[in-house]
């Protein structure tokens, strides 16, 4: 599958982690996020343009931009292993800003304000060539996916003028952890701008995946033969259509949307349950024809106690891929009250595995949908 969001694997880097950067401040990050992501990032700021959601600031007058929207602030979180691995330095996050340059355009010399102590710039997207970036006198040039990786405090960077039509840009800014910022943690709110965790029933990414990267997945899962799914987990498994009448493709777990929805599983798991996760073990995409329900029920028991068990479901991680469908709502069950998490095309929730929940019958129309499964040792 070619449908990855987010690459948030590194290349091949030619330097000692943290020594270059710590040396000179800055680092140029080659072919750092995949040219289908970036391709995919570009469509979503023109949108954000396009319906007015963005603003002028006084650095670039000429130039709209957007301060912390979700999906780039899914993006500072997805990658800040990353940075901090190339940094050699724990990070805190603060906030993202994408910004859609256009012709004539100047970013004169200056330097950034404390929540940016530790930047990376990252080109998305540009008409002709890539308008140049200058660090300290130095000139890089990015290419379509490359990042520049520096300290936005000490460091002196501007841009000259700018001769081609649009340059789609992100900033995805941090603090050092242990530095004397950390106060500006995630640039004074309470939380990133993606995150909504109100209570811990279950974790939520709004707009995780983009509209255009939905079709893309549901064209390239589509394109398999797609077959019934069972009920009942390791142990006898049975097809019974009057519990769960879905139709599904096997997907892999380590690359592809597997490997991204893993990634935020983990994610929301650090910051909100922290279960003893292992690894993911299973991926599926799910199909939903007419009348295609789920009955109410658990992916795995509260298996306390039986220490021999290593691949216990804990978290279910679920993308859900569009919304043009109707009926067919996923729930979950707190005692007798259905909850319904936010579910627009391209929203991802994670929630506990034990945790009743289920899919209401389709009534028209089809509704498709990525799950996986993090697992670990039994609770105890």
Known sequence: MDSVVYDTELLAIPFTPGLQFN?????????????DSCKDLVFELKRIVKEGLTSFDAQCKLSEAIHSAPIFDNLLEVLLPNFEYVSGKKLLPTYSYARLYKNNEILEPHKDRPACEISATITLGFDKKSWPIFVEGKEFILDVGDALLYKGQEKTHWREKFEGEWQAQVFLHYVDAEGKYTDQKYDGRKNLSHKINK???YWHFPSAFTELSCEKIIKSCE?????KAYVGYNNNPVLDLKIRDVNKVQLPVYRGVGATLTGMGISANNQGWQFNITHSNQCEFLQYTKDGHYLEHVDNMLTYGQENITDARKLTVLVFLNDDFEGGKFFLKNESEKIYPPQKAGDVIVFP??????VEPVLNGKRRTIVTWLVGPSFK
């Not at 595995?353 to 289920?358: D, E």
């Open 23 to 35: 040396d000179v401040g800055y680092v140029h990050l080659k072919d750092f996020l995949d040219k």
């Open 199 to 201: 209570i811990l029933t």
């Open 223 to 227: 394109d398999n033969e797609l077959t």
């Open 353 to 358: 595995s034990f945790i009743l929940h289920g």
